[in-house]
């Protein structure tokens, strides 16, 4: 069965550097998504990017968050100067016109900055 | 705004038995898809079973079912012989047309399956 997947699966980083995570959504879908969980808490919406170009962008994702698709199959989430609050867990996702909307996820990038 | 809501921040179930998460959210759309997701400690995030908000019967995927109540904008999951596998946080996510696709989480529901 098709998935989604995230490399890598864990990074440590120190605070003030930029970090790069790499997703490959399912091959036929169209629409795809970062969110972030901070330990204990809920799931939250980062960006949605159609057509190569954010769709939607949440208040969280500020200028040092950027997106990219740089080939067919990469979809890459970018943080520029990391801070402490941005250790969690994030999340990729993508969907298609015919899943019913329905949005799969990735294993997750476990981001930790000291 | 869209909010969604899941008032039990803990539960638990004998093995076998059958429980029921609660849902309540809030919008003044009228298209919209709900879903549950399952979140075992590995954090991956599964998708347990969606609802398209159009449709009046209520989706099953085997042993997970879902009471969808449009009026009263309640989406409970029900989750029959229950297995130590389906120990897990569950979130409640939601879903517009006009939300360009971003899901919309409620605080989530620790369910802990006892043998």
């Known amino acids: 069965e098709p998935e989604v997947t995230q490399t890598p699966s864990h990074q440590v980083t120190q605070m003030g550097q930029e970090v790069i995570l790499r997703c490959v959504p399912i091959s036929n879908h169209l629409y795809f998504y970062w969110y972030r969980q901070i330990l204990g808490q809920k799931v939250e919406f980062l960006v949605s990017?159609?057509?190569?170009?954010?769709?939607?962008k949440s208040e969280i994702f500020d200028d040092q968050f950027s997106v990219e698709r740089p080939d067919g199959s990469n979809f890459t989430l970018k943080i520029r100067s990391t801070k402490l609050e941005d250790s969690a867990m994030y999340f990729c996702?993508?969907?298609?016109?015919?899943?019913?909307?329905?949005?799969?996820f990735g294993p997750g990038t476990r981001l930790t900055v000291l | 705004a869209q909010t969604v809501t899941q008032s039990q921040p803990e539960m638990s179930v004998q093995e076998a038995e059958t429980v029921t998460l609660s849902c309540t959210y809030d919008t003044s759309e009228n298209n919209y898809y709900l879903f549950w997701y399952k979140q075992p400690p590995s954090r991956q995030m599964i998708l347990v079973i969606r609802?398209?908000?159009?449709?009046?019967q209520n989706a099953t995927e085997n042993r997970f079912s879902v009471n969808f109540q449009k009026a009263a904008k309640s989406f409970s999951l029900k989750i029959s012989d229950s297995q130590l596998g389906d120990t897990a946080m569950y979130f409640c996510?939601?879903?517009?047309?006009?939300?360009?696709?971003?899901?919309?989480f409620g605080e989530g529901t620790q369910l802990t399956v006892n043998p």
């Open positions: 996702a993508s969907s298609g016109l015919v899943s019913g909307r329905a949005e799969f």
């Open positions: 609802q398209e908000a159009y449709k009046q």
């Open positions: 996510a939601f879903m517009t047309e006009t939300s360009g696709s971003r899901l919309t």
């Open positions: 990017f159609y057509n190569n170009e954010i769709s939607e």
